[in-house]
């Protein structure tokens, strides 16, 4: 077991564990970034857990815990605050008591301070979800992670992105600096990437397809936004997307960016959609036919989205089915010579 996990586990020192507890804390350790890491030993100090179980719920609900970076005592809480939170104005603070500013933050929170940090509860546990924690996903909730190494540190840390983080400086700050402070590294240049794991697992071999750990870092950045913003909201955004990955058989990280920013050009019918409320929706954004009509009531849908579907010749794929539609195709990220099929046939 990794020194850093045995720490981990030497939180759970008197509790009963079953070999399935246990394999699933050990790997869920093992796959801690840093910041989850500090968020679960400041959370077992607050809520001073009496059971397994619930030590397994607080594992599995971390995003419900904020990490004050550095914020160990009253006097370091109350100017966190202060530049962080309160945002005080420069003439006020020589006004401010640091120390009783921050007992008095300490007092209206349910937070606690433990080694130089401070970790604050931002909603309650949840004791009615998943009844059985080790069904639990041991990644954590991340669109894509990786582990970085550097000469201080070659068993090497974990990242992962999207980042939950309001914050992005070093008092507070994002996954990215915690995995940096950990491996002793002012940047990404004295830090090689060992292993990256993505929730889409048709992006395969990820980490062959960069020759340095920031590009692939920036990559990662990137994609936790696309994948946390989906489309700003954009119905099926996330199944066209993948069925647009399936239909290029795209497999790289760069690319499947690339394609994230052109979904606009191509055509797409979700699997399992009501294909008469498609068609009339269609109809409608066609403008063949006015929503608020009488002929609207007797609009043969389904038809009108099979028809859709023939004459964009869509290709079905496990997400939907989907084709381009002839516009064209702009590139940030992708190298010219590794473009998807619709493309090279412009």
């Not at 530049?83 to 349910?110: K, T, V, W």
């Not at 980490?207 to 950045?221: D, M, T």
Request: charged share 25%; with cysteine.
């Amino acid at each position: 077991m990794e020194a850093q996990n045995a720490a981990l586990f030497d939180k759970l020192d008197g509790f009963y564990l079953t070999k399935s507890e246990h394999d699933w804390l050990e790997r869920r350790f093992i796959n801690m970034t840093e910041r989850e890491k500090l968020l679960f030993q400041g959370a077992v100090e607050l809520e001073k857990p009496q059971e397994i179980g619930h030590v397994m719920r607080i594992v599995s609900q971390l995003d419900g815990y904020d990490l004050l970076y550095g914020a160990g005592n009253k006097a370091a809480l109350g100017k966190f605050v202060m530049q962080n939170i309160e945002r005080c104005a420069d003439a006020a603070r020589p006004f401010l008591n640091a120390e009783h500013l921050g007992a008095a933050y300490h007092q209206s929170q349910n937070g606690v301070f433990f080694n130089g940090h401070y970790v604050r509860n931002l909603r309650p546990i949840d004791h009615a979800v998943e009844k059985a924690p080790t069904l639990q996903p041991v990644t954590g909730e991340y669109a894509i992670r990786i582990k970085l190494a550097s000469r201080s540190n070659m068993e090497g840390v974990w990242v992962g992105f999207p980042d939950s983080g309001e914050y992005i400086d070093p008092s507070h700050p994002d996954e990215l600096l915690l995995g940096l402070d950990a491996l002793q590294a002012e940047s990404l240049s004295e830090c090689i990437a060992l292993e990256v794991d993505c929730c889409l697992p048709q992006l395969a071999g990820i980490l062959s397809q960069y020759n340095s750990a920031g590009e692939l870092v920036r990559h990662a950045i990137d994609f936790g936004y696309v994948w946390a913003e989906q489309g700003q909201g954009e119905l099926h955004w996330m199944d066209k997307w993948q069925a647009v990955l399936e239909l290029e058989d795209c497999h790289r990280l760069d690319l499947a960016l690339d394609l994230s920013q052109n979904l606009q050009h191509f055509a797409f019918v979700p699997r399992g959609a009501d294909l008469h409320k498609f068609g009339l929706e269609r109809a409608v954004r066609d403008r063949v036919i006015d929503r608020d009509s009488l002929p609207a009531k007797c609009f043969d849908g389904k038809s009108y989205a099979e028809a859709y579907i023939q004459k964009h010749g869509l290709s079905a794929t496990d997400h939907g089915y989907v084709a381009w539609n002839g516009g064209e195709l702009r590139y940030e990220y992708s190298e010219p010579d590794r473009l998807p099929l619709t493309s090279q046939s412009m």
